[in-house]
């Protein structure tokens, strides 16, 4: 499902990557603290591949929050989805307020990768969408030289992952 039309722009937006030799269409969903679109959530999270749990390096409560925010997304999705934890405002290291040691170590307990990242200088923000992709292209068994069983998929012209 597409997101609603009257969604500010900075709350969903398309982008066309090219990640290891393939065409990717990855569109972000930013459902946090928009409660008008509540009745939604739940069917963005159903055909959600992949999510992204972010919070500010400069803010504890925003960190404090993630494992609702994840328990939330594990039922709705029944089961363990590909998830990043992404510590956002990297730029801001004056103003920090989680360690990236404590990032690190939520992420493993959440089983998930790790990054921090700046939306302001746009560090580290292309390889994280490119590691979310090829984390999901992993577990749908799509993926080139992944050993386990792979099972023989029809070649698309590029695909298309629903990252909330």
Do not use: H
């Amino acid at each position: 499902m597409a997101p609603p039309n009257n969604l500010n722009r900075e709350d969903a937006y398309r982008k066309q990557l090219v990640v290891d030799d393939r065409m990717c269409f990855v569109e972000v969903i930013d459902t946090a603290g928009q409660e008008e679109y509540a009745t939604l959530r739940d069917q963005w999270v159903r055909e959600g591949q992949g999510f992204i749990l972010v919070y500010s390096i400069a803010s504890r409560s925003t960190f404090d929050r993630l494992e609702t925010f994840r328990q939330s997304m594990r039922r709705v999705k029944r089961g363990d989805p590909i998830f990043m934890l992404v510590g956002n405002k990297c730029d801001k290291t004056y103003e920090r307020e989680v360690s990236k040691d404590e990032g690190a170590a939520l992420a493993r307990q959440f089983g998930c990768e790790f990054i921090e990242t700046s939306a302001k200088t746009a560090q580290n923000v292309e390889r994280l969408f490119m590691n979310l992709v090829r984390a999901l292209r992993q577990t749908r068994n799509i993926e080139p030289g992944v050993p386990g069983p792979v099972k023989p998929q029809p070649k698309k012209k590029g695909g298309k992952c629903v990252i909330v």
